[in-house]
């Protein structure tokens, strides 16, 4: 005689607290290009060309851009890659 147990699984998100989520900011000077700008946000942020090109006139017009939203854990990598390309990041 077969007898079926049936299983539940369950899946186990990771909750994060809404006061955990910081903000990657990009900030405008006078050096880096548009071009440059767009191209560093869809490497290290995985933007969309137009998702890049909107932070970047953002960030031109209005002096700076939140780029991420995040833990520090994700965006302390993405913070320093984009600081590696001449380009200035903060977590906030």
């Known amino acids: 005689m077969n007898v079926w147990k049936e299983e539940e699984f369950v899946e186990v998100e990771e909750q994060v607290k809404l006061t955990d989520l910081k903000d ?17 946000l869809m490497k290290v942020c995985k933007h969309s060309p137009e998702q890049a090109e909107q932070c970047t006139y ?9 780029v991420k939203t995040g833990t520090v854990k994700v965006l ?6 984009i600081l590696d390309q001449g380009i200035d990041a903060r977590i906030q």
Do not use: Q, R, S, W
């Open 24 to 40: 990657l900011v990009v900030y405008n000077d006078d050096y880096n290009t548009f071009d440059h700008v767009i191209k560093t």
């Open 58 to 66: 953002i960030i031109h017009y209005k002096g700076k851009c939140t």
């Open 76 to 81: 302390k990598p993405m913070k320093e890659a």
